[in-house]
Structure formats: C-alpha cells, structure tokens
C-alpha cells in the first residue's frame, strides 16, 4: 500500500512539474527478446543489441524511472504481456487481430522481412520469386512465438500447400537450413545476415551441406515497444510513461540519434 501512495504521490508531483527528486523513483522492469540478434538478444545474462541500446538511451531521459531491461524469450514475453504480469516487451510488430493484448508505442525502426533458401529448393522456381506463390511445396522455418510471412502465407500452411516448422531462435533456424532440415527461412533481413556472420566465424559454415540464398523480400514491418493493456491497473504510472517515451522517440528519430546508435551497435 505505501509503494502505491508513493508511486501515486510522484505521478501528481510530475504532473504539477516538481522535480522528480521531490519523491521516490518509480523502478520499472521492461522485457526484451532473447534471442533476436543485432536487434535483442541476452549475453552474459543482460539484454543486448540495436533496440537495447536505443531504449537505454531513451530511458536515462525518464528522470522520473529507473528501467531495468530483462531478456526473456519471446513467448514467455508474450504471455508476460497477455496475463499483465509485466508492463512493456519488445520489438514486437503491430498484430492488433492477433495480439490485442498489445497497445503499441511509437515505432522505433523499420525491419525488412525476407525469406532465405537453400539453392537446391529454389532450382526451377521463379526468379526473382514471389512470396508465397512460388514458395508452394516448401517447409519453411520461423522463430517460436513469432507471427511473420503475411496473411496468404498463413492460408498456404493452413491449406497444406507449404509447411511450418518453428524453432527457438535464429541460429537454430540457420542452422536447419544449413543442415537441409527446413528449405527456407523467414526473418529480419539484417538479423538472419549477422547470425550467419557469426556461424561462419565459429567454423560451422563450411560444414553446410548447401549454399544459401536471399529467395524474395516479403514485407517491410515497423518495430514498436508493446505495453500489455491487461494489467488491470497494476501500473498506474503506465500512461505517463508511454508519453514521455513516445516524445523521446519522436526526437531522437529527428536528431538521427536512432540511426547512429544502429550503426554503432552493428559496428561492433
């Protein structure tokens, strides 16, 4: 009770523009993917990579919160957010139907979703190949938890004229690929670049049994930062804090500060 009478004091100090010294600081704990690498990922038990670095940023500006950024993986993120157990979780695209569970924030970056394939499963197809048409017959790989490929993608699984295979992260995708285990696989342009980048740098690469290829761009999808809208209450300061992070947002895409910080982190 006093943490509320707290947390509720400093909210009306703020709103009547005291410092944020004037009352206690409101600590506040958001999700980030574990396994999405150079946007999220966990290393040495923290959250790293482009949207870390970016919220950081942002947060040192909230004078009136001390953010924690917790990696988790992106299904118990998910769920985290539909049962209002916690506040906010990214990079999740805008899936109002799918997840209206979801209130987004301004959006951070734009990703490019691609599928990339084995040659051997693109031989006699179309090129350049169109999403998912050309793709029928193919068993395509996706991250747990993630909901990608389009609407006519979703309606070929459904009606047996591809298949769905899911694993829990990029490399593990990558991986089947490689292996022939799956024909193609559907992520962010530039993570399924950077994780190949780094297998090549363990020596796994040159054990592929096939080389692979960018097969076709399927969308381009904007990133956001999700807040549950499940919670009941349970985060009073929940609006205020949307607000202030949105005009944060909002300048730092003006300044171009956003895209320093992603040159920098995939500099690295």
């Avoid at 704990?29 to 999220?40: C, L, N, Q």
């Avoid at 909230?62 to 299904?75: E, F, G, R």
Wanted: hydrophobic residues 40%.
């Amino acid at each position: 009770m006093k943490n509320k009478i707290m947390k509720a004091l400093l909210l009306l100090l703020l709103a009547l523009g005291f410092p944020a010294s004037a009352a206690e600081i409101i600590e506040v704990s958001i999700y980030a993917d574990e396994s999405y690498p150079p946007y999220s990922y966990k290393e040495n038990g923290e959250a790293g990579g482009i949207y870390p670095a970016i919220f950081s940023k942002a947060f040192e500006r909230m004078q009136a919160y001390k953010v924690h950024i917790k990696p988790v993986s992106w299904k118990r993120g998910l769920m985290l957010m539909e049962t209002g157990q916690g506040l906010a979780l990214f990079p999740p695209y805008n899936r109002p139907l799918e997840r209206p569970y979801l209130t987004i924030s301004e959006p951070v970056l734009v990703e490019q979703v691609v599928a990339f394939c084995s040659e051997n499963s693109m031989k006699g197809r179309k090129h350049p190949a169109v999403w998912p048409d050309d793709f029928h017959g193919l068993k395509v790989g996706v991250n747990a938890g993630f909901n990608i490929g389009g609407d006519k993608y979703k309606k070929a699984v459904k009606d047996g004229k591809m298949y769905e295979d899911q694993a829990p992260s990029n490399r593990s995708n990558i991986l089947k690929l490689l292996l022939g285990r799956i024909d193609c696989y559907v992520n962010d342009r530039l993570s399924i670049l950077w994780e190949i980048e780094r297998i090549k740098a363990d020596g796994v690469y040159a054990d592929s049994r096939q080389a692979i290829v960018e097969a076709a761009v399927i969308n381009q999808e904007q990133a956001y930062l999700g807040y549950t809208n499940r919670d009941n209450g349970r985060y009073p300061y929940k609006v205020d804090f949307m607000r202030a992070l949105n005009q944060i947002l909002i300048d730092m895409k003006k300044s171009g500060e956003i895209q320093k910080i992603v040159e920098e982190v995939l500099s690295k």
